[in-house]
């Protein structure tokens, strides 16, 4: 009965006697709640964005003209400041942008000469193959990393991986990219040293097997970020379950080994894993800038750094906002499969 009550609580499935419309109404309701989250949370995220950008030290008329500055006449720079806007108060130029947000338009990048959604629609079709690979490496080394470190705790296996993921979650991401671009593709040579292709070719001609070349590095680079955390969390919880009277009794009842961890512990030890892994799409967001720079990425995380170093603020909002929704969405999915995960799991005594 106190599981049922929690189950129609939390909306996720149905009592008995209930009709089938309270779930719908009950999914439609959350649904609801996490759209007007995001909602409130792009607001807050857009407006202080906006006013810590106002601080910036950059300034964006002499980073738009760049290196033609010494030939374009101080009278000129009224001018450019009235063609961007850069001449409204604060107040002034959010209000216009937020009102152009809602029409669909995000404005006109500076840097790049082009409409921000297409400049963001280039660089993260570029991006998301990194990120996505980055995130999924992460996962399943951590996860694979925590279960061998947990089933052997106190033995050698446990004592080499947490000494190994102590060390991952120490390590800068910008070190480690130094690292592996300084021993695999100058020292050794066995990896491209820079870009996403070939130079000379471009997103559409460039072959699959080229591409997935030039992702190797980058991709250890940014997944080798979270591998340490995922880890060392599994390991912890895998020790825990191990500990418990259930896996005592499964021990008593003959189960032993790897079936032991498949069918009894896995679906615990999932639980931080999966919580961590959703929950790290802003650190890998994060990371992509620094692995995307140092390997000259032509991604999302470069084009935020050079958009940041030139003051391009329509650019700018545009990824802080595609960022915001992506950590959201990422956090949610994780709330929801932990919510999955623990229902009907044993807690360890």
């Known amino acids: 009965m106190f599981l049922s009550t929690l189950r129609a609580k939390a909306g996720r499935i149905r009592q008995p006697g209930f009709p089938a419309s ?18 409130g949370l792009l607001l807050v995220t857009a407006a202080g964005t906006f006013t810590l950008l106002s601080f910036s030290p950059v300034d964006p008329i002499r980073a738009y003209i760049g ?3 010494l030939h374009v006449p101080p009278d000129q720079y009224p001018l450019i400041a009235a063609r961007w806007g850069l001449d409204l108060p604060l107040w002034e130029r959010f209000v216009h942008w937020f009102v152009q947000i809602l029409q669909g338009d995000f404005g006109y990048s500076m840097l790049y000469n082009a409409p921000v959604s297409h400049v963001i629609g280039e660089r993260f079709a570029t991006s998301f193959m990194l990120l996505f690979s980055a995130w999924v490496f992460c996962g399943c080394v951590g996860l694979a990393m925590g279960m061998t470190a947990g089933r ?5 296996p446990d004592r080499l991986l947490s000494t190994v993921s102590y060390v991952l979650v120490s390590l800068p991401t910008f070190w480690i990219g130094l690292l592996l671009l300084s021993l695999f593709a100058v020292t050794l040579n066995w990896a491209p040293i820079c870009c996403a292709w070939t130079p000379g070719s471009d997103a559409q001609t460039a072959t699959w097997g080229d591409k997935l070349r030039h992702l190797v590095l980058p991709m250890l680079a940014l997944g080798l970020l979270g591998v340490g955390n995922i880890a060392l969390h599994t390991r912890s919880r895998v020790a825990e379950v191990m500990n418990s009277e259930f896996i005592r009794f499964a ?4 189960d032993k080994g790897w079936p032991l961890i498949n069918f009894h512990v896995l679906r615990h030890a999932l639980t ?22 140092i390997f000259a990425y032509p991604g999302l995380g470069q ?21 915001t929704v992506l ?9 929801a499969l932990l919510l999955r995960l623990n229902r009907g799991v044993v807690r360890p005594s």
């Not at 779930?23 to 995001?38: E, K, P």
């Not at 750094?305 to 595609?322: E, F, K």
Request: glycine fraction near 10%; aromatic fraction near 4%.
């Open 22 to 39: 309270t779930s719908v109404v009950s999914v439609a309701v959350a649904l609801l709640g996490a759209i007007m989250r995001l909602a």
């Open 152 to 156: 052997y705790l106190n033995r050698w």
């Open 327 to 335: 950590v959201f969405i990422g956090n949610s999915i994780a709330n």
């Open 303 to 323: 084009a935020t750094v050079d958009a940041g170093l030139r003051g391009d603020i329509p650019l700018l909002m545009g990824i802080v906002m595609l960022c």
């Open 272 to 293: 931080p894993a999966v919580c961590l892994q959703f929950a790290s799409v802003g650190e890998l967001i994060g990371g992509s800038l620094l692995a995307e720079k």
């Open 67 to 69: 290196s033609d500055l």
């Open 251 to 254: 021990h008593a009842q003959g």
